[in-house]
Every structure is written in C-alpha cells, then in structure tokens.
C-alpha cells in the first residue's frame, strides 16, 4: 500500500507554470479540505528569498490565477509553504534542501525544470538523501526530443527511483472528460459493443488553439507542433479511445492496454501527413503576425500538423485516426470525434439517412453530443421525413454543484497519494516517441516542407484534403 507523502518539493516554484497552475491548484485542494493537514510545500528556485517572500509570491499569484471562491482561508493554506534556494547545478545547495525538508519525511518531488537539467538535479537529489524509497518524483513535459534523448532522460531518473516511484506528467489526463473516456467505454453496455471497426468508419482528434508563440519562442521553435502536442496529449487521448478494457482501474491495468495500442501505430505512409505554419491574419477579432514575424526569422518549424494515422490490431483495422493541431487556429478547441459507419439499408425512401457521429468535447466546453436521425414532427402524405438531432450530455449541467477543477488539481492529488494511473509510464513515452521519429524521418524522406496557412483559418487546404481524399471532412 502506498503512503501518501507529508512534504511536497516544488522545482521551479517561483517560475509561470507554479503560479498559474501548481499553486492555485494546491491552495484549491487545500480549501476543499483535500490535502493532508500536515502537509509542507516546499519551493525552491535559484531567487533568493525567505519564506515570507515566497508565500506574498504566491498570495498574488493565487489573487490573479485563482477565482475567490476557491481559494479559503488563505493564511492557512500559505503557512504550509517553505522556500529554500536552490541551483540545480550546485551540488552542494542540495544540503540546505534536505535541511529544510528534515529527516523521515514522505517526499513528494515536482520537477518543473528544462530537460537538461534533470540529471545533475538527480543527481544532487540522491547525493543528499532525497531519492530514497521514501521519496517519488514527478517530471513536467517535455521529456526528450526524440526516442534517443528520451532514454536518457529515463535512464538518469532510473539511476535513483525505481519506476513505482517516477511520476511522468501529462496535464491532459486531469481533465474530467478525458477521464470520462474510461466511465463512457466501461461504464455503459451500450457503447462498448460498438467500440471498433465493423461499426466506427473514423475517428478525429481535433487539438486546435488559437495563440502564437506567446513567451514559449525558443522551445516552440526547437519542437514544432508534432513534438509539442502529438507525442504527448494527442496520443495520450488516441490510447484511452482506442485501449481494451483493463481488467481493473488501477495503474498497471490501464497502462498496460495504453502500451498495446501505441505499439500497435503503423508507420505514417508518405502522403499521410500534412504540415503547416502560420501567416499573418485575424485571429480571434484581431490582426496577428505570422510565425515568422513574431520569430524574427525565417524557420521550417511546423505550426500545424494533420495526420493519418493506423492502429493494426482486430479491433481497429481498417478505421483510419485523422489527427489534426495547430497554433492560430479558427477557434479554441479539444474534441473527439466518432463518425459511425452508415446504415446497412434504409427503408425510408426519399429521405437522407445520415450516419450518426458523437462529438465528446474537452475544453473550452466538457460535453457529449450524439447524433440521432429522428422523424420530423408532422403529418406526410408519403413516407416520413428525417432530420439529424443531437442528444446533448453537458458536464456541467448533468453534475451542476461540481466544481470544474484544474487539471493539476487531481494529478497534484494523486502524486501526494501515490497513485499512477493517471500518469505515463516509461514504455508509453518510448513507445510514443518511436512512432514520432518514424514520422520525422518519413518527412526527411519527402523533404516535406510546411504550407502556410492564414491565422484564424484552419490550416492549410492539402489538410482538408487529406481526410477528403477518404469521402469524409473535418468536424468544424
């Protein structure tokens, strides 16, 4: 049985990703009466400063990022919070860490550092006492630029924590609808027979956003659209969609179906990918740059990439995954879509028998829309006429006095008590990046060069023919 930790350790802690999400996430957790009473945070960073100074930090990122419904008492949940200095590449700053944490603690360790640092941060964290079976980690993405610089990364974690205890995070799997998923498939008898290909003609995963670069110039540049949201969340989602039912809901269950299926991924064909990069336009009601302009130079970074993809197993072969992101997009949005096969006969002349489809929304909007054909209200005098209706599960509306939480809320919850499930594993991230070096160098082949697409468009029109080569169309 896993005991939950007593001090939770923030790498980074002054840093954005802290303030907009870890401290307002813990403080949410705190006012719900969710996290241990005598639980220690401890953040630490290269700034110096005293604890005081980091708790009025974290007092005006929880007033900025944090609604005040939420937050409680504040005093109490800031007098939890501890600050020590730390450079991660100082060997001998990691004395003063494990000082401030104390001896026979349940460590929790959060590392939200750039990837380069993680093994002299390892390194200072076993030199000192803080990697021993008491203590887990948990890493921020990204893990890795390709399959080689992944097991690298792995194989310095795996020098001091043994897999129970190395927590890899993707913020996509606290969301409430992705973890619907698993509740929709195994929870309901009436989806779950038709979860396959003699009854699904295609599946879409839609990831679309809406900004530029914003302050993420230098990484975004290095990564491209395929490494920074197809390695990791796009996959994540296909895995949960596409998974066989584990035998249980617990870590190792749910993460051996996931690897099955991300094994399973045939090598993208030349032709079966499309990238893109943005140009100047309207985006969201305003004139934007184009990548190149808010870069400052000219880059073959893509910013939209749109993929077939295939998973060569019984249950899914010969039903095509469209997988489509891209940065200045039309409009906001996370979806899956499920377009069912059609009927095999219609026995209403005249009428238009679609197919039915069922969109299950992620963000902005946590909803399932499932498309029915129904009769139209009237008296005809030959046959009946048809429309398509959707019927509408709104997660708000179906669990109204719910309150809709960060996605690090329930990943922060987990890691204090010590469960894996909602985490990846080793051979997950390996078997991801696999697949994605097999695209890259299928784009080396091709010397496949990104199109442009006007912001606020929704890319580039060789994406649209993609899936319109297969009879089919993007759900927009």
């Known amino acids: 049985m896993t005991v939950r930790a007593d001090t939770l350790v923030l790498f980074g802690a002054t840093g954005d990703l802290s303030q907009r999400m870890l401290l307002p996430s813990l403080a949410a957790l705190h006012a719900d009466g969710l996290l241990p009473d005598d639980l220690n945070i401890v953040g630490t960073a290269r700034s110096d400063m005293s604890d005081t100074e980091f708790r009025n930090l974290a007092r005006a990122a929880l007033e900025k990022h944090l609604p005040a419904d939420r937050r409680g008492p504040l005093a109490d949940f800031l007098n939890c919070l501890h600050y020590q200095t730390l450079d991660v590449t100082t060997p001998e700053n990691y004395a003063d860490l494990a000082e401030k944490v104390g001896k026979d603690r349940q460590v929790a360790i959060f590392l939200s550092t750039a990837p380069s640092l993680f093994k002299p941060t390892i390194e200072g964290l076993a030199a000192h006492g803080l990697a021993g079976e008491n203590t887990r980690i948990c890493l921020e993405k990204p893990l890795g630029t390709d399959l080689a610089s992944s097991r690298e990364i792995n194989d310095a974690v795996a020098s001091a924590f043994s897999e129970d ?31 396959n290909a003699r009854l699904i003609e295609h599946v879409q995963i839609t990831v679309a956003e809406t900004v530029g670069l914003e302050s993420r110039v230098d990484f975004y540049d290095d990564a491209g659209a395929l490494r920074d949201m197809v390695q990791n969340h796009m996959l994540q989602l296909l895995a949960l969609f596409a998974m066989e039912p584990p035998t249980h ?20 064909s030349p032709g079966e990918s499309v990238t893109g990069q943005y140009r100047g336009g309207a985006s969201v009601g305003e004139i934007v740059p184009g990548y190149d302009e808010e870069l400052g130079r000219d880059s073959d970074t893509e910013t939209f990439v749109a993929l077939k993809a295939h998973i060569d ?19 906001r949005v996370t979806e899956i879509v499920v377009q069912f096969r059609e009927i095999p006969h219609s026995i209403f002349p005249g009428a238009k028998v679609k197919p039915n489809h069922m969109v299950i929304g992620i963000q902005p909007e946590e909803n399932i829309t499932l498309s029915v054909m129904a009769k139209v209200p009237g008296i005809e ?13 709104a997660m708000p509306d ?4 719910k309150e809709k939480r960060i996605a690090y809320e329930r990943l ?16 997950e991230v390996e078997a991801q990046w696999s697949w994605i070096d097999s695209i890259r160098a299928t784009w080396g082949e091709e010397d496949l060069k990104p199109k442009t697409y006007a912001a606020g468009s929704w890319g580039p029109s060789a994406a649209i023919a993609l899936i319109e080569r297969d009879g089919a169309s993007w759900h927009e």
Not at 381 to 391: H, K, N, S
Not at 398 to 401: D, H, N, Q, R
């Open 249 to 268: 809901f617990d870590a190792s269950a749910v993460r051996d179906e996931k690897v099955k299926v991300l094994r399973a991924l045939r090598k993208i």
């Open 412 to 427: 922060l919850l987990d890691l204090v008590k010590g469960d894996q499930t909602l985490f990846v594993r080793r051979d």
């Open 398 to 401: 179906a669990f109204s006095g």
């Open 165 to 195: 205890r190395i927590f890899r995070i993707d913020h996509y799997l606290g969301k409430e609808t992705v973890q619907n998923l698993i509740a929709l498939r195994f929870a309901n008898m009436l989806f779950e027979p038709l979860w």
């Open 381 to 393: 005098q030959e046959g009946i006429a048809l429309r398509e209706v959707p019927l509408n599960i």
């Open 313 to 331: 197993n019984w249950r899914w072969h010969g039903t095509p995954f469209y997988l489509r992101t891209g940065k200045r997009m039309q409009r």
